[in-house]
């Protein structure tokens, strides 16, 4: 065992200590750095580990008779109440996308590749040669409250998001490409100009260009329907805190909402209208679970499944023998943010202020990136299930992810060279670095709190910057809970240098929504022309062209690195433990598996 390892080995213990000795007393917090779903929110093995891909199956097919109905249970692993916003235009977060998939609004069905398919609610027809994309709903689809899915519920979310009084964050570069959405946005028009209700079950959409992103759901593309009939009369800005996103949400899915207790439990019963058949379910129960008692939960059968269940908890759960664990590389990535800038909500637009920020020296962000012993990290508390990332890409996205790419590697030598050369010295001999001003540095944290792991993790990552003589400090003087993270990294509050966070990407590679100068997500405040030229081209004209779109998201990738706004963390890989008296579900990205096929062949989980 190397030195390095017996190092984080002995801070583990010493930190178990200290919480033993506070009694155990611990907050409700998030679990390990969720992740905020992008339509949308991803892994490999340290090297000479067995390939993770060959860790776990995908697919759960346990034998027995199936009973008739009855009621899934399912566990919502999270240290935090979810917020309950039950809209595909509106919602911010991981868990509550997490509950929205079973009652899913999506027209469109995905191929292994997260293409958009004509198998589902609707088909897309795009004309490149003009621009524009059509879509048609396929059949006679109702709504869980018996009303007809038709056109008006296709272009409902565009004049949600379009709308000026819209307080969301999907306003961005790829909306704006709809023709006319701008002036929507802007109070000049009292419609989206490049929206055509062609006849009720068909909707053209005009765009300023087609590229590639569409098929991915980009280019501005919309995916998910909303009820008109619920929510065209509701007035956008107060749509936030309506019933019909949080009380009684109308659905398209497989199940449809029952009783919602704010921020702890959703129950879902059978949606009779559902367009691909009624579920062999009667509903399913899902309910907020801390992240230190979800493998006990599942070891004494309170639940059949849970979702965003922690990797560090593998080890509590991998020997349990009433439950199968299916497993995935995950659409994720984990990442260190440098705030270099501002969001103007006026304008709508990125400020970036290199200057005027602390973290605006490159050699400074740099450096933080090579102290940092992620790849220790992922071995020793996540079991190798996370691995260092490489990139902003995640493996998943094979096409793009470039594992060629090295990313920054663990090099303490290296970040005291960087910090040395460019003039940052410990001047009052107190083993901390001053700026090259010889005034006191010091760096304020933002990062989530979450299980006892995440806390350990993060005093890990301070002893690391502590190492190259860096002063970071926790922002607010304590990890900071789920939510009030995410307002905190978005409001631009003045205390936070730095902070680290996770995306859920979505099934859209494209990297605009998360980093053009339009995009609310760029919560680095990143931008410069060169940013935006390799943007756009990502989802051009000329990227419908594979190896071109691939050649740029390769300079994508590059530059990124070259000038380390955002330094990218970990992969992971995504565990799914399953009771077993749960018959037939399908964890992988390639399927036609749908929630309708499961089936329960006992009254009560497997103890």
């Given at each position: 065992?190397?030195?390095?390892?017996?190092?984080?080995l002995?801070?583990?213990?010493?930190?178990m200590l200290?919480?033993?000795?506070?009694?155990?007393?611990?907050?409700?917090?998030p679990?390990?750095?969720?992740?905020?779903?992008?339509?949308?929110?991803?892994?490999?093995?340290?090297?000479?580990?067995?390939?993770?891909e060959?860790?776990?199956?995908?697919?759960?097919?346990?034998?027995?008779?199936?009973?008739?109905?009855?009621?899934?249970?399912?566990?919502?692993?999270n240290?935090?109440?979810?917020q309950?916003?039950f809209s595909?235009?509106?919602?911010?977060?991981?868990?509550?996308?997490?509950?929205?998939?079973?009652?899913?609004?999506?027209?469109?069905?995905?191929?292994?590749?997260?293409?958009?398919?004509?198998?589902g609610?609707?088909?897309?027809?795009?004309?490149?040669?003009?621009?524009?994309?059509?879509?048609t709903?396929?059949?006679?689809?109702?709504w869980?409250?018996g009303?007809?899915?038709?056109?008006?519920?296709?272009?409902?979310?565009?004049?949600?998001?379009?709308?000026?009084?819209?307080?969301?964050v999907?306003?961005?570069?790829?909306?704006?490409n709809?023709?006319?959405?701008?002036?929507?946005?802007?109070g000049e028009?009292?419609?989206?100009?490049g929206?055509?209700?062609?006849?009720?079950?068909?909707?053209?959409i005009?765009?300023?260009?087609?590229?590639?992103?569409?098929?991915?759901?980009?280019?501005?593309l919309?995916?998910?329907?909303?009820?008109?009939?619920?929510?065209?009369d509701?007035p956008?800005?107060?749509?936030?805190?309506?019933?019909?996103?949080?009380?009684?949400?109308?659905?398209?899915g497989?199940f449809?909402?029952?009783?919602?207790?704010?921020?702890?439990?959703?129950s879902?019963?059978?949606?009779?209208?559902?367009?691909?058949?009624?579920?062999?379910?009667?509903?399913?129960?899902?309910?907020?679970?801390?992240?230190?008692?979800?493998?006990?939960?599942?070891?004494?059968g309170?639940?059949?499944l849970?979702?965003?269940?922690?990797?560090?908890a593998?080890?509590?759960?991998k020997?349990?023998?009433?439950?199968?664990?299916?497993?995935?590389?995950?659409?994720y990535?984990s990442?260190?943010?440098?705030k270099?800038?501002?969001?103007?909500y006026?304008?709508?637009?990125?400020?970036?202020?290199?200057?005027?920020?602390?973290?605006?020296?490159?050699e400074?962000?740099?450096?933080?990136?090579?102290?940092?012993?992620i790849?220790?990290?992922?071995?020793?508390f996540?079991?190798?299930?996370r691995?260092?990332?490489?990139?902003?890409?995640?493996?998943?996205?094979?096409?793009?992810?470039d594992?060629?790419?090295?990313?920054?590697?663990?090099?303490?030598?290296?970040?005291?060279?960087?910090l040395?050369?460019?003039?940052?010295e410990?001047?009052?001999?107190?083993?901390l670095?001053?700026?090259?001003?010889g005034?006191?540095?010091?760096?304020?944290?933002?990062a989530?709190?979450?299980?006892?792991?995440?806390?350990?993790?993060?005093?890990?990552?301070?002893?690391?910057?502590?190492?190259?003589?860096?002063?970071?400090?926790l922002?607010?003087?304590?990890?900071?809970?789920?939510?009030?993270?995410?307002?905190?990294v978005?409001?631009?509050?003045?205390?936070?240098?730095?902070?680290?966070?996770?995306w859920?990407?979505?099934?859209?590679?494209?990297?605009?929504?998360l980093?053009s100068?339009?995009?609310?997500?760029?919560?680095?405040?990143y931008?410069?022309e060169?940013?935006e030229?390799?943007?756009?081209?990502?989802?051009?004209?000329?990227?419908?062209d594979?190896?071109?779109?691939?050649?740029?998201?390769?300079?994508?990738?590059?530059?990124?690195?070259?000038?380390?706004?955002?330094?990218?963390?970990?992969?992971?890989?995504?565990?799914?433990?399953?009771?077993?008296?749960?018959?037939?579900?399908d964890?992988?990205?390639?399927?036609?598996?749908?929630?309708?096929?499961?089936?329960?062949?006992?009254?009560?989980?497997?103890k």
């Amino acid at each position: 065992m190397n030195k390095k390892l017996l190092a984080i080995l002995a801070l583990l213990v010493a930190f178990m200590l200290f919480l033993a000795a506070c009694n155990n007393e611990e907050e409700a917090t998030p679990s390990e750095e969720p992740g905020t779903s992008e339509e949308g929110t991803e892994e490999g093995t340290e090297e000479g580990a067995e390939s993770t891909e060959d860790l776990f199956p995908t697919v759960l097919e346990n034998e027995g008779d199936a009973i008739e109905g009855g009621t899934l249970k399912v566990a919502l692993v999270n240290d935090s109440p979810f917020q309950g916003i039950f809209s595909y235009t509106l919602y911010e977060d991981a868990y509550d996308a997490d509950i929205l998939s079973w009652s899913s609004n999506s027209l469109f069905k995905t191929d292994g590749d997260f293409l958009l398919t004509n198998d589902g609610i609707a088909s897309i027809e795009v004309d490149g040669d003009n621009n524009k994309a059509t879509i048609t709903i396929n059949q006679d689809t109702l709504w869980s409250d018996g009303e007809p899915l038709k056109a008006e519920d296709i272009v409902q979310p565009y004049l949600i998001i379009g709308h000026p009084d819209y307080a969301g964050v999907r306003y961005d570069a790829d909306f704006q490409n709809i023709v006319g959405a701008v002036e929507y946005n802007a109070g000049e028009a009292d419609t989206i100009s490049g929206i055509t209700i062609v006849d009720e079950k068909t909707v053209e959409i005009q765009f300023n260009k087609v590229s590639p992103a569409i098929y991915s759901g980009g280019d501005g593309l919309w995916t998910y329907a909303e009820p008109s009939h619920i929510v065209g009369d509701i007035p956008v800005a107060e749509l936030l805190e309506s019933e019909a996103v949080r009380v009684n949400p109308v659905t398209l899915g497989a199940f449809k909402f029952d009783r919602i207790v704010p921020g702890e439990s959703v129950s879902f019963v059978r949606n009779e209208n559902y367009w691909a058949g009624e579920a062999k379910l009667d509903g399913v129960v899902i309910q907020t679970v801390p992240s230190a008692s979800a493998a006990k939960a599942m070891e004494t059968g309170e639940y059949d499944l849970a979702m965003s269940f922690p990797t560090s908890a593998y080890e509590n759960v991998k020997d349990l023998e009433n439950i199968t664990l299916l497993g995935r590389e995950e659409l994720y990535y984990s990442y260190l943010g440098f705030k270099l800038g501002k969001f103007n909500y006026d304008t709508n637009l990125v400020e970036t202020d290199i200057e005027g920020s602390k973290m605006g020296d490159i050699e400074l962000r740099k450096a933080m990136g090579y102290a940092l012993d992620i790849e220790q990290v992922s071995e020793v508390f996540y079991f190798g299930l996370r691995e260092r990332a490489n990139s902003l890409i995640p493996p998943v996205f094979a096409s793009f992810h470039d594992p060629s790419l090295e990313g920054y590697v663990y090099d303490p030598e290296m970040a005291n060279q960087i910090l040395d050369d460019a003039g940052y010295e410990d001047v009052d001999g107190d083993g901390l670095r001053e700026d090259p001003n010889g005034e006191k540095l010091e760096i304020m944290l933002a990062a989530m709190s979450g299980d006892e792991t995440q806390e350990q993790v993060i005093n890990y990552y301070l002893q690391n910057w502590q190492e190259v003589g860096l002063d970071v400090q926790l922002a607010t003087g304590r990890l900071i809970e789920f939510n009030t993270f995410y307002d905190k990294v978005q409001a631009d509050d003045p205390e936070i240098d730095i902070f680290m966070g996770a995306w859920g990407t979505g099934t859209n590679p494209s990297p605009s929504g998360l980093y053009s100068e339009t995009a609310v997500y760029n919560f680095s405040r990143y931008t410069s022309e060169e940013l935006e030229g390799l943007l756009q081209a990502i989802d051009s004209v000329e990227a419908l062209d594979a190896d071109f779109r691939a050649s740029k998201f390769r300079e994508w990738q590059e530059y990124m690195h070259e000038v380390s706004a955002v330094i990218p963390m970990q992969f992971r890989y995504e565990l799914l433990p399953i009771n077993d008296r749960v018959k037939n579900y399908d964890f992988s990205y390639e399927t036609d598996f749908d929630l309708i096929d499961i089936e329960l062949t006992a009254d009560a989980p497997v103890k």
